[in-house]
């Protein structure tokens, strides 16, 4: 089946700090992979997403690429702001059949000062 | 509108009531999601439309919990005699077409239900 494996949280790090939330996922198929970002009192926004193997999704100074020899799809950031304090979810849709998108736990991170 | 619109934005309701949750999506998008977050969870899928298909049920978690889409737009998702363990973030999405096809799902920010 499909399913997401997320890094457990929460994380705490300092402003510039560099970030790693790990993800590594299960799929049927070709799936895509995705990375949504839910900040304090808003909907789930779309971070960034790839559709292929060695596909880099980037967006806002966040990178991820989609390994498949490791079914990971890692989200990155060489320098956090306060501003980036938010939960992340890594997610991934099985364009075999599925109409919908398989969820990780999500990870909150904390960026302080 | 702008986004996906959701209401109640908060609901408490007592166990054994029934309630209805309301989701606009954004216009023109022909694909709805209902997903349900819960304390600690990820995201649970629960229902898709998509244009006048019949919809994917396939993630409800009892004959409790039912959906309708009117007229291709707004949805209701409805819950039944309402339980504890049913308290939760419902969260309404909406894409152009099927978000496996690489068009980007848009998200409510959601109904947060307790029931007491």
């Known amino acids: 089946g499909n399913s997401v494996t997320q890094m457990e949280g929460p994380v705490t790090l300092s402003e510039e700090a560099f970030l790693t939330i790990n993800c590594t996922y299960t799929?049927?198929?070709?799936?895509?992979l995705f990375w949504y970002v839910q900040y304090p009192g808003e909907g789930l926004q779309l971070l960034l997403k790839?559709?292929?193997?060695?596909d880099k999704g980037s967006n806002k100074g966040f990178e991820a690429t989609y390994r498949k020899e490791t079914t990971s799809f890692h989200l990155e950031k060489g320098s956090v702001q306060v501003s980036d304090s938010a939960v992340y979810f890594c997610?991934?849709?099985?364009?075999?059949?599925?109409?919908?998108?398989?969820f990780g736990t999500g990870t909150r991170l904390t960026v302080i000062p | 509108g702008a986004g996906v619109s959701q209401s109640p934005s908060n609901k408490v309701t007592e166990k054994g009531k029934d309630v209805e949750l309301r989701c606009d999506p954004i216009?023109?998008?022909?694909?709805l999601y209902w997903y349900r977050q819960s304390l600690g969870q990820g995201l649970e899928f629960l229902i898709y439309?998509?244009?006048?298909?019949?919809?994917?049920k396939s993630g409800l978690p009892s004959d409790r919990f039912s959906a309708e889409r009117t007229g291709g737009s707004v949805s209701t998702l409805t819950i039944q005699r309402t339980q504890q363990e049913d308290s939760a973030v419902y969260l309404c999405?909406?894409?152009?077409?099927?978000?496996?096809?690489?068009?980007?799902?848009?998200f409510g920010e959601g109904s947060w239900l307790t029931v007491v």
């Open positions: 999405a909406s894409s152009l077409g099927q978000g496996n096809s690489g068009n980007t799902i848009y």
């Open positions: 799929a049927t198929g070709y799936p895509s």
């Open positions: 790839a559709t292929k193997a060695d």
């Open positions: 997610a991934l849709s099985d364009r075999s059949g599925a109409n919908n998108l398989f």
């Open positions: 216009s023109g998008h022909t694909a």
């Open positions: 439309f998509q244009g006048n298909s019949a919809p994917d």
